[in-house]
């Protein structure tokens, strides 16, 4: 099942289309795409290189949570969001240090620039950490995907929980061709921090099994996209569980899928590599509810991959 990442990646590096983008870095890009993973056959954590699945369990159990707040991630150790945070902070008034107001890729390349960035900004996830007061008024990234599942605001000033929304109707409905959640947001899209990459998702139940598909508007595929498939397979996982089924398959359907200029010789790198089994997941199965499980009550086994490869994120 890996290969049909890799197979992507190939796709892009050949296929792809030379873009300008939003960080200034560059991409190869091609417009839709979509990847099979049958939930069955192990659980789909990349294995020509090391995903982190700490991170990737804290910021599914910060969505599910309805949180926006970096400072959960940053008691989980868990950066991955660090730098949309400091960014707002470094653009407000109460921001005293210095100049960081581009620190795009001059702080990947300008190796001076590169520690004084570090060292603020991990001053700045310090303080997070230990300031509740700093914390609500930096850590907080607007209306992502935390809230948007779980706290979706209506015009009559109510909220709609779409999360236990769509497990009651897998429940109940369990045929419906609307279990959807939606993280795209239209009105809230100018206050987030970033505006949602994954968009939508829509689950499916036939022959006793849940599968789940995704879609993502926009898709960096060298760091982004095996946390997104792994966070998606988990969550598929975690609603089986609840409602329960077995776990059927994860398809990941695209619309600009990239790679950064600056991730070419990573990728080129990764698919020298050979593909190893996939872990398996085990659960808790003393939790009942997708919202009761912790860090501790998701492990998974079996599990060993290539070493990490570490490239620039582009903010």
Known sequence: ME????????????????????TGTGTKSVFGHQMRFDLQEGFPLLTTKRVPFGLIKSELLWFLRGDTNIRFLLQHN??????????????SEDYLGPD?????????????????????????CQRILDDEVFAEKYGNLG??????????????????????????MIKHSPDSRRLIVSAWN?????????????TLFQFYVANGKLSCQLYQRSADIFLGVPFNIAS???????????????VGEFVHTFGDAHIYNNHFDQVKEQLSRDVRPFPKLVLNKEKQSVFEFEMEDIQIENYEPHPAIKAPIAV
């Open 232 to 246: 998606y397979a988990l969550l598929t996982h975690l609603i089986a569980h609840e409602t329960g089924l077995e």
């Open 78 to 91: 868990n950066h991955i969001w660090d730098e949309w945070a400091f960014e707002r902070y470094v653009k």
């Open 186 to 198: 239209p009105e809230d899209v100018p206050t987030m921090a970033l505006p949602p990459c994954h």
């Open 100 to 124: 960081m107001t581009d620190f795009g890729l001059r702080a990947v390349e300008d190796e001076t620039f590169n520690q004084i960035y570090l060292t603020e900004k991990d001053t700045f």
């Open 3 to 22: 290969q049909a990442y890799l197979d992507l990646c190939r796709k892009v590096m050949a296929e792809g289309n030379q873009k300008s983008d939003r």
């Open 143 to 168: 209306n992502v995907y935390g809230s948007q599942w779980r706290h979706w605001q209506t015009k009559n000033g109510e909220t709609i929980d779409q999360i236990k929304e769509v497990i009651e």
